[in-house]
């Protein structure tokens, strides 16, 4: 061999010899980092927590947990059937009052109970007074920080007019909306519909009317 052809040789040796030692110390390209390409995974579970393992509900109201809440509001007649004589417009404006409780059974859905009192003066100058006693179920949801609920009740009241009483069925049917004003408190406004038949029986048969009355009245509800 020629001295020329082993000074060649010897160079590209000395310039080829680095070569590995660069190659170990450059990181390996990932597939990650190649054109549409995953990363393949580690093993562990990087996947986001399954929601139907979570505690948590879309509502707020839980199974197990308890409203208590109060009423006061205006009582205004809306009709008596079939009219006799002036009717609802026999009846002055009147009050109510109320208290309610609710136990919830399932996410959003109560039953409870309502107790409540309303009083309406007549033009010729007597009284009306009603005491109802009711079942409720309502159904509750939440847009914080609002509040709203769907409710009917069934039950009893007692009415007493000029002196002479009565019991008999009844029904309601409302709505409510409220602003939570903290962890234990909301207020809003409860619009609700009263049915009160007055049912007669025999010789006084034809005494039977059907009255109805609307509730508007500004509710407080604490959160047990």
Known sequence: MKLSGVAVLA???????PLPALAADKPSLRLADAPGQEAPSDGGDNSAPDDSASD????????????LGVSAGLQIPWFILPKTGEGAANLKLGGNFGFQYQYFLSPGFSVGGDLAASYNATIGGLSLFILPLCASASYWWTKLPFEFTVFGEAGVYMMRENH????????????GAYWRLSSGWSVGLKPTFWLIPEIHYGNYKSLTQ???????SLSAVYHL
């Open 164 to 175: 002479e009483g009565i019991i008999d069925p009844m029904a309601k049917a409302g709505v």
């Open 11 to 17: 160079a590209a040796a000395l310039f080829l010899l």
């Open 210 to 216: 059907t009255g109805g009355f609307i509730e508007t």
């Open 56 to 67: 948590s509900s879309d509502n707020p109201f839980l199974p197990g947990e308890q409203l």
